[in-house]
């Protein structure tokens, strides 16, 4: 299974970008889904989750209140809507489907999109 990232760009410190990530052919509404993201040297770590219930959410502690993480089963699309953006968000961001409906480690985390790269510039 495929799993659909877009959205990503270049954007000024300060700006906001939205990321989508569909799944055609495929629903997850009872899975956790998950953004995470690579920076040139780091290990990819998780952004955001938001579980199967489409209202309990994680957020890793560097942009937790700056971004938001939404869903939409109907369309099988997930969202991360990024504000305030800072030059340290500069990464290629994936998003990932888990297989269990509550989930924020990336072992958990079966299914994978082909990343988007986001770069914020200062």
């Known amino acids: 299974v495929q799993l659909q990232a877009s959205g990503g760009g270049l954007v000024q410190a300060g700006g906001s970008l939205r990321l989508s990530c569909a799944a055609p052919?495929?629903?997850?509404?009872?899975?956790?889904m998950g953004w995470f993201r690579q920076a040139p040297g780091k290990e990819r770590e998780i952004v955001a989750a938001i579980y199967w219930n489409g209202y309990s959410t994680y957020y890793t502690d560097s942009v937790e209140g700056r971004f938001t993480i939404s869903r939409d089963n109907a369309k099988n699309t997930v969202y991360l809507q990024m504000n305030s953006l800072k030059p340290e968000d500069t990464a290629v961001y994936y998003c990932?489907?888990?297989?269990?409906?509550?989930?924020?480690?990336?072992?958990?985390?079966?299914?994978w999109g082909q990343g988007t790269q986001v770069t914020v510039s200062s």
């Open positions: 052919g495929r629903t997850f509404r009872n899975n956790a």
């Open positions: 990932a489907a888990a297989e269990r409906p509550v989930a924020i480690s990336r072992s958990d985390y079966k299914f």
